[in-house]
Every structure is written in structure tokens, then in C-alpha cells.
């Protein structure tokens, strides 16, 4: 009967000592859809001060800062909404951040995605647009996710690829 209390009792401790090691090797999921429609972001972040730095030097936000007559000079926290997205094959994250309040169009938010740059190591925004959805994709030979921005129209939807090239997003156009 003591056989049985001790495998018991050495079972319970090795599930509770492997539980942890387990819980970090699973990767965590990223949302890969936003929309401006409910600028819904599973795991929002809170947006370091460089970075809101960064966004009050964007046309959009310094005209809203303006005509809210805010004079603390960066934008109000409450007007973005953020997530990290991951790189491949590095540590560094990536801010995608969506425009509320004052940024929405009457159909559209404007998204940035938010690095480093390369030279100075201050933040940068790699890409910016309206739009009415952006996706994360599948990570290219950069090391970055191509990115799928979609603008629907009254006729149409229009669907753009992007991936990074020489520090920005550009249109991955088909290969011949």
C-alpha cells in the first residue's frame, strides 16, 4: 500500500515540475486579422511613449492633436489600439497599431507597423495605410510577415500584398 502513496506522491511532483517548462516552450497566438469595422485586438499592449512620439509626427494624428486642443503634444493613448507581432527568427517585436476616435474614416482606421530602424535603433513606422482590414501573412526571406491590406469599395474589394524590402513595405507584385 506504501508503493502505491509514494508513485502517487512522485507522479504529482513530476507533473507540477515539468508543467512549467511545458507552458514556455508553447507558442503563444498572435492575431493575424484587424479590422476597422471593430477594431477588436485580442491581446492589446500598451504603446511605449517613443512610439506615441513617433505618431504625433504622423499628418493624421498631429491634425486631430490640434483639433482636440491637446496641448501635452503627444496624442491621447485612448485614440490607438495596439499588438505586438512577431518577426522571424529574432526577439524584436513589431507594434501594429490601429487609429481610434478621431482617426477613423467613415468605413476605414488607419494602420501602422511600428519597428526599429536598422541604423539608429529608434523606433520607425515600416507601414502605414487606411484601410478596412489589414492581415499578418506568412513570414518572407526579410524575416518580416507580409502584410495584405484590403480597401472595399462600393464595387469592388481590393486586395494588396505587401512584403518588406530595404527597410519598407512595398507591393510583392506576381513572379513570371
Known amino acids: 500500500m506504501m508503493?502505491?502513496?509514494?508513485?502517487?506522491?512522485?507522479?504529482?511532483?513530476?507533473?507540477?515540475?515539468?508543467?512549467?517548462?511545458?507552458?514556455?516552450?508553447?507558442?503563444?497566438?498572435?492575431?493575424?486579422?484587424?479590422?476597422?469595422?471593430?477594431?477588436?485586438?485580442?491581446?492589446?499592449?500598451?504603446?511605449?511613449?517613443?512610439?506615441?512620439?513617433?505618431?504625433?509626427?504622423?499628418?493624421?494624428?498631429?491634425?486631430?492633436?490640434?483639433?482636440?486642443?491637446?496641448?501635452?503634444?503627444?496624442?491621447?493613448?485612448?485614440w490607438f489600439a495596439a499588438s505586438l507581432v512577431s518577426r522571424d527568427k529574432s526577439e524584436e517585436?513589431?507594434?501594429?497599431?490601429?487609429?481610434?476616435?478621431?482617426?477613423?474614416?467613415?468605413?476605414?482606421?488607419?494602420?501602422?507597423l511600428v519597428g526599429h530602424d536598422n541604423r539608429t535603433s529608434e523606433p520607425a513606422v515600416l507601414f502605414c495605410a487606411a484601410a478596412d482590414q489589414l492581415i499578418i501573412g506568412k513570414m518572407d526571406e526579410s524575416g518580416y510577415p507580409k502584410l495584405t491590406v484590403v480597401v472595399m469599395t462600393q464595387n469592388s474589394v481590393i486586395d494588396t500584398v505587401l512584403h518588406y524590402v530595404a527597410g519598407k513595405y512595398i507591393p510583392e507584385y506576381p513572379k513570371k
Open 3 to 78: 508503493t502505491a502513496y509514494r508513485f502517487f506522491g512522485f507522479a504529482t511532483i513530476l507533473v507540477a515540475l515539468s508543467s512549467p517548462i511545458r507552458c514556455q516552450t508553447q507558442k503563444i497566438h498572435e492575431q493575424k486579422i484587424f479590422n476597422a469595422e471593430d477594431l477588436k485586438v485580442e491581446r492589446p499592449v500598451e504603446i511605449p511613449k517613443q512610439v506615441l512620439m513617433l505618431l504625433a509626427k504622423d499628418d493624421l494624428v498631429s491634425s486631430a492633436t490640434e483639433d482636440t486642443e491637446y496641448s501635452a503634444g503627444l496624442p491621447h493613448k485612448e
Open 93 to 112: 517585436k513589431l507594434y501594429l497599431i490601429l487609429g481610434k476616435g478621431p482617426l477613423l474614416g467613415s468605413h476605414v482606421t488607419t494602420f501602422w
